[in-house]
């Protein structure tokens, strides 16, 4: 069974940092692009970002709202995704969702969301 | 970046109605679009990809068409768990964006 368990949200102050993890099993996860989705309180999707696979060398894809203070990155060793926040502000406060991209299809399987909370 | 724009924002429903959304893409993106449903607290659930393909699993009662710019996403014989909101969202072109959301209600 394919299964993505997020982790790592909190309360955090504008300009800090946090990491996200996302664990990954049932599935060849080194095989597989990945995928950042995020959600605001009472509101709408937003992509975040992208990691390709090694046979991509590990590219990536930001949305503009989070380029230069985001990173993704991942471990095929660990089956581990992460997500590097810095110089957060209070518009970052979401419920952030890792997602499996099958390719030529889209997010099949989604992580149950992790609450990450910008505030003084 | 492409804009994604979906009609109506809400829209009430009885069981067994038939219900289309709208989508459309601010420039061509072939058939490169998915349809997602959510319920509150919870994750996306993918429904229909390339624009028309069933995920597995999925009820046939959901089904997607269109191409370019104009694509719908119809549910005959609404189900009592089909009372959601759903997002489409283009494949087509980074960064990958999604529609506002159609939150489908009990009328």
């Known amino acids: 069974e394919v299964q993505l368990v997020e982790s790592g949200g909190g309360l955090v102050q504008p300009g800090g940092s946090l990491r996200l993890s996302c664990a990954a099993s049932g599935f060849s996860f080194g095989g597989y692009n990945m995928d950042w989705v995020r959600q605001a309180p009472g509101k709408g999707l937003e992509w975040v970002g992208r990691?390709?696979?090694?046979?991509?060398?590990?590219?990536?894809e930001y949305a503009a709202s989070v380029k230069g203070r985001f990173a993704i990155s991942r471990d095929d060793s660990k089956n581990s995704l992460y997500l590097q926040m810095n110089s957060l502000k209070a518009e970052d406060t979401a419920v952030y969702y890792c997602?499996?991209?099958?390719?030529?299809?889209?997010?099949?399987?989604w992580g149950q969301g992790t609450l990450v909370t910008v505030s003084s | 970046d492409i804009q994604m724009t979906q009609s109506p924002s809400t829209l009430s429903a009885s069981v067994g109605d038939r219900v289309t959304i709208t989508c459309r893409a601010s420039q061509s993106i072939s058939s490169w679009l998915a349809w997602y449903q959510q319920k509150p607290g919870k994750a996306p659930k993918l429904l229909i990809y390339?624009?028309?393909n069933l995920e597995s699993g999925v009820p046939s009662r959901f089904s997607g068409s269109g191409s370019e710019t104009e694509f719908t996403l119809t549910i005959n014989r609404l189900q009592p768990d089909d009372f959601a909101t759903y997002y489409c969202q283009q494949c087509s072109s980074y960064p990958r964006t999604f529609g506002q959301g159609t939150k489908v209600e009990i009328k």
């Open positions: 990691i390709r696979n090694k046979a991509d060398s590990y590219t990536t």
């Open positions: 997602a499996r991209r099958r390719v030529g299809v889209a997010d099949d399987y």
């Open positions: 390339k624009a028309s």
